[in-house]
């Protein structure tokens, strides 16, 4: 029974744990070197993208 208290105890802990924004910078270069591969992304919204996506990956660990 302890074995398991603790598992969820682990769980927890790692679910708290925040979030650094390099971890964040580098989830949303990913996401933007995805679209960029896939063609839906080109230099000329290239700003404008990032931020969205950078917004949206904030709002979304946070």
């Given amino acids: 029974m ?3 208290k603790n598992q969820g105890d682990a769980q ?3 679910l708290s ?4 924004d390099e971890a964040i910078l580098k989830v949303t270069k990913e996401i933007i070197v995805k679209f960029i591969e896939c063609g ?3 230099p000329a919204n290239f ?3 990032f931020e969205q996506v950078y917004k949206k ?3 979304t660990v946070r």
């Fill in 17 to 20: 744990k925040a979030i650094t």
């Fill in 47 to 49: 700003d404008e993208t």
């Fill in 40 to 42: 839906r992304l080109s």
């Fill in 57 to 59: 990956v904030v709002s």
């Fill in 12 to 14: 927890d802990k790692s």
């Fill in 2 to 4: 302890s074995s398991v």
